[in-house]
């Protein structure tokens, strides 16, 4: 069984789109670009996350996208799923553009491939294209890109944030 901690909400089923079981799907802090692979979603279902092979994933606005999803062919069995929570895998989200990706990190520990040991997490800032790991350490803050190239893991049963950061980024 899939465990919901392993999973990040995508958004709610809005509304059928169509007469052929595809639906609206209205973002929750994702984007669909943010999707990686999209093989499978998770429909909350009676508190579960019950699987569904993605048929189409098309883009319809900024916060929204169209979903066809196996199994649900009709209109009228599309409105059965109106309102209920979609679920992705946290591999399936590239960790680039929204700090949402990354919920409840303060404390992690923040460990450099080459140096180690950097500090604690204390929030994602989000900026404008560029988010930053805001890192403390003792009285001295680092801010680290949140970027595919430096952010390499986020480990939520060690409490562990592992990067590769550029060269100098901490000899401030």
Request: hydrophobic fraction near 40%; charge should be negative.
């Amino acid at each position: 069984m899939i465990n919901k901690d392993n999973c990040i909400l995508l958004g709610t089923l809005t509304k059928p789109h169509g007469t052929r079981g595809s639906l609206i799907v209205r973002f929750s802090g994702l984007k669909a670009e943010d999707i990686k692979k999209r093989g499978l979603v998770f429909v909350e279902i009676d508190g579960l996350p019950v699987p569904f092979f993605i048929e189409s994933f098309q883009e319809k606005t900024e916060d929204t996208v169209i979903l066809k999803i196996e199994g649900i062919d009709t209109e009228n069995k599309a409105r059965e799923y109106m309102g209920y929570p979609v679920y992705v895998m946290k591999d399936q989200v590239k960790v680039t553009s929204s700090a949402k990706k990354i919920p409840d990190i303060k404390g992690y520990k923040v460990i450099d491939v080459h140096l180690g040991f950097i500090g604690f997490a204390e929030e994602v800032l989000e900026m404008k294209n560029n988010p930053l790991l805001s890192v403390l350490n003792g009285d001295k803050e680092f801010l680290v890109p949140v970027h595919e190239d430096i952010l390499l893991e986020v480990n939520d049963k060690e409490k562990v944030i592992r990067i590769n950061a550029p060269d100098g980024l901490f000899d401030i």
